[in-house]
């Protein structure tokens, strides 16, 4: 869109790459595919009963809400996983390939493509609602 949807960052206008730029915003990419999700989930979940993997109930507590979504952040795969290694795999690919060379790319592993839009829908009500807040003289 060329600025960003987020509520926290609302229309923040899109920060290009260059060599100086410090700031350059960051990439966003949805993946739907329901192999791909269930092999995250199964290894966070695989994971969790080891010892040396478990995450932070903050962090847990942010999965479950993700999860209720339909999708996986990325970062919350254990790290040095096969699947892990197959996502950033990817992202360091299409971080080489125009447009999004030189970006830092970030993703969602989504379990079905109805998830990834009610999700998106759910965003835009909560930031129509912020703006409506916002604008209110009250």
């Known amino acids: 869109t060329g600025y960003s949807l987020s509520p926290v960052k609302l229309a923040r206008p899109f920060r290009k790459f260059s060599m100086t730029a410090q700031n350059a915003s960051d990439i966003d990419v949805a993946i739907a595919d329901e192999h791909l999700f269930i ?59 125009r447009p999004t060379r030189g970006y830092r790319i970030k993703c969602r592993l989504y379990r079905r493509v109805l998830d990834l839009r009610s999700y998106h829908v759910q965003g835009i009500r909560r930031l129509k609602q912020d703006l409506v807040t916002r604008r209110d003289p009250r």
């Open 39 to 97: 092999d995250a989930w199964n290894t966070i979940v695989s994971c969790d009963l080891a010892p040396r993997y478990r995450a932070d109930l903050d962090n847990i507590t942010r999965t479950r809400v993700d999860i209720y979504w339909g999708f996986v952040y990325y970062m919350n795969i254990p790290t040095n996983t096969e699947t892990s290694r197959r996502v950033l795999l990817g992202l360091s690919e299409a971080s080489r390939l």
